[in-house]
């Protein structure tokens, strides 16, 4: 242990952002800039969407969340919307013949709020002056003259039969179900036993009389309502003369007035006959009115529900106040119902009923002729939205279908309204898996979203980016209304760019992270009364964050601190080492060591992985494993059969291990084992390895060597403790200013090494040892011991199996 | 609101059965007040359907077998329970009690001979047609008709129909039955005081003839305040 490693430089272990790159003191001296940095395919992606003329162009946004996708997508739809003609007016109407059947009319935009003003104005008056009408004198005096004259006739052949009955002395009697003829003498009805005394011939005369008048006076009760249906038929058509005199004045002023629109002069004629034929709706709203409490009253007629027939159901138009250009619509909760529209139904008497007053505009009809923005992993979560997203693409209609319809539960009264024809560009953001899981699962999804737009998570380093990035965060500093930033913030922000990006070379791209650090910053800044933001702000937002973060973190070093999880930082073991894991949870990540053992003893050649025995492991755990045992049995005595028997396991460990970031630490583990060599408990492992000893890369190669570092400097840092990491990944280091004080102070080291004899070497403080000409290890170097006791093993193995030896 | 006083009419309905009364009924209701009921089921009736040549005419002009004497008593029975039923379902609207009488005989008989006790009688007849008609009032020249003529006012006025004035001249009762004969009426008003004077008979015909409710309207009815 006296050849002491060093391990890599200070300054090797983080990426530093000189601020005097920037020529800027604070933000507030610059030119900001709100677009995005290193996200040119996509954002070329989302323009070519936006303008390309041509169907089915939408496009997924595919990328991580926090780089922008949803603000970068308003931002460039914002700028081509506002190029584009403000889209027409969708308005649905009665149908007068079919009303299941409403009609869908486009109108140039402002037209339908238009039409529908003029119809409420239209029924305002109708309701007005049609009662008026009807209560005037000239319509009373015609109406009365009609009723007399059909009532008179009808009299008059009653008059007439009653005086024959007279003339003949017969009398008409009323009964409770109707009428009966009698004979009378002497001013009385004649009772049948007085009548039975008359002569016979006498009974015979009355008998035909009666018989004769009877057929009469049917024949003049049949003919009643004949006469009943003409008078009502004479009655309708002085109705309709005197409503079309009213009704006619008043819709020529609005055929005037939309004379360029064929559309709605075939609507408005088809109101003029309606209102003439139903013009019983108008008198009964008038009648009801006299009866009310506020009779007299100026009344919007046209809300009565009996008016709703009028009614003028202006789905889409864009308000005097609103933007000019196209829509942008984001629906944020995209069910069927909020994608293509809905039919309300009102519960009536326990019937569900409906109208075409009660169809709802969805999305897709806010967004006809503009753009659509999605999240894709909620339309795909509402049942049917997904489904119906793609049958309104591919139609280029919007089709307004429930789930019931779709169900086939639809047991009430319901439309088929006339489709709106679809123009619209579709804005799907997601993650790329969904994309993958799209492009593989939907064959539908390909022809209809034909660009990707995919955000990248990252940008290479460098002096122009770094510029950029500076830009960046003064526009986001002055968009979110932040106090400016100083030239070190923007430093320190951008260092942690590097730390989230895990790449000394890279910046990430995850803009939502550093927001939300910039305007904790600015919190804290604005708490101490600063008027900039500056470095100490932002590393006090970082320190804030891990502190919130960290109650799991500080437990878990707790327990450590106690003795409770057994972790050694000084000492040697044989068969023994510190692993580093990442305990990730949510946004959380910190690192963590494990005890890993190893034990081995005669066998047939079984590396047993103990926590894939207890299915603790994970799959890449096991191949981890099965890796390193693949090294074994290739590196050491390859004359003679592999009879070891080990173990690995990482100690205390409950929860479960994934990855194979420990697969190097486990093999250290166990050639300590077999040569019977210590290990250094000072120094904690991670690494993967492949079957010829090579040292690969891992992730959250920070986060693992700050988890033992601390634990270390818990405890006191001796100078001799570090991390051996992949030298891989030495590029990836951006740590923590207290490590690499430490290492600066000489007090802890990071050791790269590139494979396994390198690692067992300065575990062990023993060489490894390469093979020499005879083919053997050098005496008393690690592998040869590892060797020798492999082939102690087989030796023995082979003394076991033969015959005689078994006592 | 100044309290104004309220006619609170004291009004018999007369009928001979169901049909007749439901016309009459309403009538007394447009007017408003006390409202009694008096059925007088005419045996005469009964006894004609034992003609040998008797058919029942219905309204619809359909001609039937006469119902046998047992049937019509059934009917008649049954009308009362219906024109109880209504009179009390209009009581309960004012908020007054029912009072129903039933009886054999003469129904313009037995409601003239105690007119003088009620404000206004109506003796009921079944509308043929569904048309509105009009009131019509008629008087003689020699008494006081103020009341009758206001109340035919009231009436074609709640009925939304117009009015007519008829009166008994020198030509006589005649010319009055042949022009109600020929007209179509809603409600034939008279003076109470004229209708005993024209008698049972000639109040019957008036009857006949005009195929419409007879009101007759005593000579104090107007200006009797409610509860008074």
């Given at each position: 242990?006296?050849?002491?490693?060093?391990?890599?430089?200070?300054?090797?272990l983080?990426r530093?952002?000189?601020p005097?790159?920037?020529?800027?003191?604070t933000?507030?001296?610059?030119?900001?800039?709100?677009?995005?940095?290193?996200?040119?395919?996509?954002?070329d992606?989302i323009r070519?969407?936006?303008?390309?003329?041509?169907?089915?162009?939408?496009?997924?946004?595919?990328?991580?969340?926090g780089?922008?996708?949803?603000?970068?997508?308003?931002?460039l739809?914002t700028?081509?919307?506002?190029?584009?003609?403000?889209?027409?007016?969708?308005?649905?109407?009665?149908?007068f013949?079919?009303?299941?059947k409403?009609?869908a009319?486009?109108?140039?935009?402002g037209?339908?709020?238009?039409?529908?003003?003029?119809?409420?104005?239209?029924?305002?008056?109708?309701?007005?002056?049609?009662?008026?009408l009807f209560?005037?004198?000239?319509?009373q005096?015609?109406?009365?003259?009609?009723?007399?004259?059909?009532?008179?006739?009808h009299?008059?052949a009653?008059?007439?039969f009653?005086?024959?009955?007279k003339?003949e002395?017969?009398?008409?009697l009323?009964?409770?179900m109707?009428?009966?003829?009698?004979?009378i003498?002497?001013g009385?009805?004649?009772?049948?036993?007085?009548?039975q005394?008359?002569?016979?011939?006498?009974?015979?005369?009355?008998?035909?009389?009666?018989?004769r008048?009877?057929?009469?006076?049917a024949?003049?009760?049949?003919?009643?309502?004949?006469?009943?249906k003409?008078?009502?038929?004479?009655?309708?058509?002085?109705?309709?003369?005197?409503?079309e005199?009213?009704?006619?004045?008043?819709?020529?002023e609005?055929?005037?007035?939309?004379?360029d629109?064929p559309?709605i002069?075939?609507?408005?004629?088809?109101?003029?006959?309606?209102?003439?034929?139903?013009?019983?709706?108008f008198?009964?709203?008038?009648?009801?009115?006299?009866?009310?409490?506020f009779?007299?009253?100026?009344?919007?007629?046209?809300a009565?529900?009996?008016?709703?027939r009028?009614?003028?159901?202006?789905?889409v138009?864009?308000?005097?106040?609103e933007?000019e250009?196209?829509?942008?619509?984001?629906?944020h909760?995209?069910?069927?119902?909020?994608l293509?529209?809905?039919?309300?139904?009102?519960?009536e008497?326990?019937?569900?009923?409906?109208?075409?007053?009660?169809?709802?505009?969805?999305?897709?009809h806010?967004?006809?002729?503009?753009?659509?923005?999605?999240?894709?992993?909620q339309?795909?979560?509402?049942?049917?939205?997904?489904?119906?997203l793609?049958r309104?693409?591919k139609?280029?209609?919007?089709?307004i279908?429930?789930?019931?319809?779709?169900?086939g539960?639809?047991?009430?009264?319901s439309?088929e309204?006339d489709?709106?024809?679809?123009?619209?560009?579709?804005v799907?953001?997601?993650?790329?898996?969904?994309?993958?899981?799209l492009?593989?699962?939907?064959?539908?999804?390909?022809e209809?979203?034909?660009?990707?737009?995919?955000?990248?998570e990252?940008?290479?380093l460098?002096?122009?980016?770094?510029?950029?990035?500076?830009?960046?965060?003064?526009?986001?500093a002055?968009?979110?209304?932040?106090?400016?930033?100083?030239s070190?913030?923007?430093?320190?922000?951008l260092?942690?760019?590097?730390?989230l990006a895990?790449?000394?070379?890279?910046?990430?791209?995850r803009?939502g992270?550093?927001?939300?650090l910039?305007?904790?910053?600015d919190h804290?800044?604005?708490?101490?009364?600063?008027?900039?933001i500056?470095?100490?702000?932002?590393e006090?937002?970082?320190?804030e964050?891990e502190?919130?973060?960290?109650?799991?973190?500080?437990?878990?070093?707790?327990?450590?601190?106690?003795?409770?999880?057994?972790?050694?930082?000084?000492?040697?073991?044989?068969?023994?080492i510190?692993?580093l894991s990442?305990v990730?949870?949510?946004?959380?990540?910190?690192?963590?060591?494990?005890?890993?053992t190893?034990r081995?003893?005669m066998?047939?050649?079984?590396v047993?992985?103990?926590?894939?025995?207890v299915?603790?492991?994970g799959?890449?755990?096991?191949?981890?494993?099965?890796?390193?045992?693949?090294?074994?049995?290739?590196a050491f005595a390859?004359?003679?059969?592999?009879?070891?028997r080990?173990s690995?396991?990482?100690?205390?460990n409950?929860g479960?291990?994934?990855?194979?970031?420990?697969s190097?630490t486990?093999?250290?583990?166990?050639?300590?084992?077999l040569?019977?060599?210590?290990?250094d408990?000072?120094?904690?492992?991670?690494?993967s390895?492949?079957?010829?000893?090579?040292i690969?890369?891992?992730?959250?190669?920070?986060?693992?060597?700050?988890?033992?570092?601390?634990i270390?400097a818990?405890r006191?840092?001796t100078?001799?403790?570090?991390?051996?990491?992949?030298?891989?990944?030495?590029?990836?280091l951006?740590?923590?200013?207290?490590v690499?004080?430490?290492?600066?102070a000489?007090?802890?080291?990071i050791?790269?090494?590139?494979h396994v004899?390198e690692g067992?070497?300065?575990l062990t403080?023993?060489?490894?040892?390469?093979?020499?000409?005879?083919?053997?290890?050098p005496?008393g170097?690690?592998?040869?011991?590892?060797?020798a006791?492999?082939?102690?093993?087989?030796e023995?193995?082979?003394a076991?199996?033969?015959p005689?030896?078994?006592? | 609101?100044?309290?104004?006083?309220k006619?609170?009419?004291?009004?018999?309905v007369?009928?001979?059965?169901f049909?007749?009364a439901?016309p009459?009924?309403?009538l007394?209701?447009?007017?408003g007040?006390?409202?009694c009921?008096?059925?007088?089921?005419?045996?005469?009736?009964?006894?004609?359907?034992?003609?040998?040549?008797?058919?029942?005419?219905?309204?619809?002009?359909?001609?039937?077998e006469?119902p046998?004497?047992?049937?019509q008593k059934?009917?008649i029975?049954?009308?009362?329970?219906?024109?109880?039923?209504?009179l009390?379902?209009?009581?309960?609207?004012?908020?007054?009690?029912a009072d129903f009488?039933?009886?054999t005989?003469?129904?313009?008989?037995?409601?003239?001979?105690d007119a003088?006790?009620w404000?206004v009688?109506?003796?009921?007849?079944?509308?043929?047609?569904?048309?509105?008609?009009?009131?019509?009032?008629l008087?003689?020249?020699?008494?006081?008709?103020?009341e009758?003529v206001?109340?035919?006012?009231?009436?074609a006025?709640?009925l939304g129909?117009?009015?007519?004035?008829l009166e008994?001249?020198?030509?006589?009762?005649?010319?009055?039955?042949?022009?109600?004969a020929?007209?179509?009426?809603?409600?034939l008003v008279?003076?109470?005081?004229?209708?005993?004077?024209?008698?049972?008979?000639?109040l019957?015909?008036l009857?006949?003839?005009?195929?419409?409710?007879?009101v007759?309207?005593?000579p104090?009815?107007i200006?009797?305040p409610?509860?008074?």
């Amino acid at each position: 242990m006296s050849d002491r490693v060093q391990g890599l430089s200070a300054d090797q272990l983080r990426r530093r952002i000189d601020p005097a790159l920037f020529d800027f003191r604070t933000t507030a001296e610059i030119g900001t800039y709100d677009g995005l940095v290193g996200q040119e395919r996509a954002i070329d992606a989302i323009r070519l969407a936006s303008q390309i003329g041509h169907r089915d162009f939408n496009v997924f946004v595919a990328g991580p969340p926090g780089t922008g996708r949803h603000s970068t997508v308003l931002k460039l739809l914002t700028d081509e919307a506002r190029a584009r003609p403000v889209p027409d007016d969708l308005v649905y109407v009665n149908n007068f013949d079919l009303p299941h059947k409403p009609r869908a009319m486009r109108l140039r935009a402002g037209v339908g709020r238009q039409l529908k003003a003029e119809m409420e104005e239209l029924i305002n008056d109708l309701a007005s002056d049609i009662p008026a009408l009807f209560d005037s004198e000239d319509y009373q005096s015609q109406r009365r003259a009609l009723d007399e004259e059909y009532g008179e006739r009808h009299e008059e052949a009653m008059s007439d039969f009653v005086d024959r009955c007279k003339a003949e002395s017969i009398a008409v009697l009323r009964t409770p179900m109707g009428f009966m003829l009698a004979p009378i003498r002497e001013g009385q009805v004649v009772k049948p036993d007085d009548f039975q005394k008359l002569p016979e011939a006498e009974q015979a005369e009355i008998d035909e009389k009666i018989e004769r008048l009877q057929v009469e006076l049917a024949e003049i009760l049949r003919a009643a309502p004949a006469l009943e249906k003409e008078h009502r038929k004479r009655v309708e058509e002085l109705n309709g003369q005197m409503t079309e005199r009213v009704v006619s004045s008043q819709i020529d002023e609005a055929l005037a007035r939309f004379s360029d629109f064929p559309q709605i002069i075939a609507y408005l004629r088809e109101v003029h006959a309606d209102v003439i034929e139903n013009v019983g709706l108008f008198l009964q709203v008038a009648a009801a009115e006299k009866e009310g409490q506020f009779a007299g009253a100026v009344r919007k007629y046209h809300a009565e529900p009996i008016f709703a027939r009028y009614t003028v159901n202006l789905m889409v138009s864009r308000g005097p106040d609103e933007a000019e250009g196209a829509p942008i619509v984001t629906e944020h909760l995209p069910t069927l119902d909020h994608l293509s529209g809905r039919i309300e139904h009102l519960s009536e008497m326990g019937t569900l009923i409906t109208n075409f007053t009660m169809i709802k505009p969805g999305a897709l009809h806010r967004a006809n002729g503009g753009y659509l923005v999605l999240d894709a992993r909620q339309v795909l979560g509402e049942p049917f939205a997904w489904d119906a997203l793609k049958r309104c693409l591919k139609s280029r209609s919007i089709q307004i279908t429930t789930p019931a319809e779709r169900l086939g539960l639809v047991s009430t009264v319901s439309l088929e309204p006339d489709p709106f024809d679809l123009d619209v560009r579709v804005v799907l953001v997601g993650d790329r898996l969904l994309h993958a899981l799209l492009v593989s699962l939907d064959p539908e999804f390909s022809e209809l979203f034909k660009l990707q737009a995919d955000f990248e998570e990252t940008v290479d380093l460098s002096d122009e980016t770094i510029l950029a990035f500076g830009k960046l965060l003064a526009g986001f500093a002055e968009h979110e209304n932040l106090i400016p930033l100083t030239s070190d913030c923007v430093a320190r922000v951008l260092e942690e760019a590097v730390r989230l990006a895990e790449d000394s070379t890279k910046l990430s791209l995850r803009i939502g992270s550093l927001a939300d650090l910039l305007r904790e910053a600015d919190h804290y800044a604005k708490a101490d009364g600063a008027k900039v933001i500056g470095a100490e702000n932002v590393e006090k937002a970082v320190a804030e964050k891990e502190r919130r973060e960290s109650r799991i973190r500080d437990r878990l070093r707790e327990s450590v601190r106690r003795g409770i999880l057994m972790i050694d930082t000084h000492g040697e073991r044989v068969g023994q080492i510190n692993g580093l894991s990442v305990v990730g949870l949510g946004g959380t990540r910190f690192g963590q060591p494990s005890r890993i053992t190893a034990r081995v003893r005669m066998g047939e050649g079984e590396v047993v992985d103990i926590e894939r025995e207890v299915e603790l492991g994970g799959p890449l755990h096991s191949k981890g494993v099965m890796i390193l045992s693949g090294y074994l049995s290739a590196a050491f005595a390859t004359d003679v059969p592999l009879s070891l028997r080990a173990s690995l396991v990482f100690e205390q460990n409950y929860g479960g291990v994934d990855g194979d970031s420990a697969s190097s630490t486990e093999l250290y583990a166990l050639l300590s084992a077999l040569a019977e060599v210590p290990i250094d408990q000072g120094i904690a492992v991670t690494g993967s390895v492949n079957q010829s000893g090579e040292i690969q890369a891992i992730g959250g190669v920070n986060e693992k060597i700050e988890g033992f570092f601390d634990i270390c400097a818990e405890r006191g840092l001796t100078g001799d403790q570090g991390v051996l990491i992949p030298a891989s990944n030495v590029e990836h280091l951006a740590l923590r200013d207290r490590v690499v004080e430490a290492v600066q102070a000489g007090k802890f080291r990071i050791i790269p090494v590139r494979h396994v004899d390198e690692g067992i070497a300065i575990l062990t403080g023993k060489p490894a040892g390469q093979r020499v000409a005879d083919g053997k290890f050098p005496e008393g170097s690690v592998n040869a011991l590892v060797e020798a006791r492999l082939r102690g093993f087989a030796e023995a193995r082979r003394a076991f199996g033969q015959p005689g030896k078994e006592d | 609101m100044a309290a104004e006083a309220k006619i609170r009419r004291r009004i018999l309905v007369g009928a001979g059965c169901f049909a007749d009364a439901r016309p009459a009924m309403g009538l007394a209701e447009r007017l408003g007040g006390e409202i009694c009921g008096l059925m007088v089921a005419d045996l005469a009736v009964i006894e004609a359907s034992g003609l040998p040549a008797q058919r029942l005419i219905t309204a619809k002009g359909d001609l039937l077998e006469p119902p046998s004497p047992e049937r019509q008593k059934r009917q008649i029975a049954a009308d009362a329970r219906a024109f109880r039923a209504e009179l009390v379902r209009l009581a309960e609207l004012s908020g007054q009690t029912a009072d129903f009488q039933q009886a054999t005989g003469d129904l313009v008989a037995s409601v003239i001979s105690d007119a003088r006790q009620w404000d206004v009688v109506v003796i009921g007849h079944r509308r043929l047609r569904g048309h509105s008609g009009r009131v019509v009032v008629l008087t003689s020249p020699s008494e006081t008709t103020s009341e009758a003529v206001g109340l035919a006012e009231e009436l074609a006025s709640a009925l939304g129909i117009s009015g007519m004035h008829l009166e008994v001249s020198a030509n006589g009762i005649e010319a009055v039955f042949r022009e109600v004969a020929r007209r179509d009426i809603a409600a034939l008003v008279l003076p109470i005081e004229l209708a005993t004077s024209l008698g049972s008979g000639t109040l019957m015909r008036l009857l006949e003839a005009s195929r419409a409710p007879l009101v007759l309207v005593g000579p104090e009815e107007i200006n009797r305040p409610e509860g008074g």
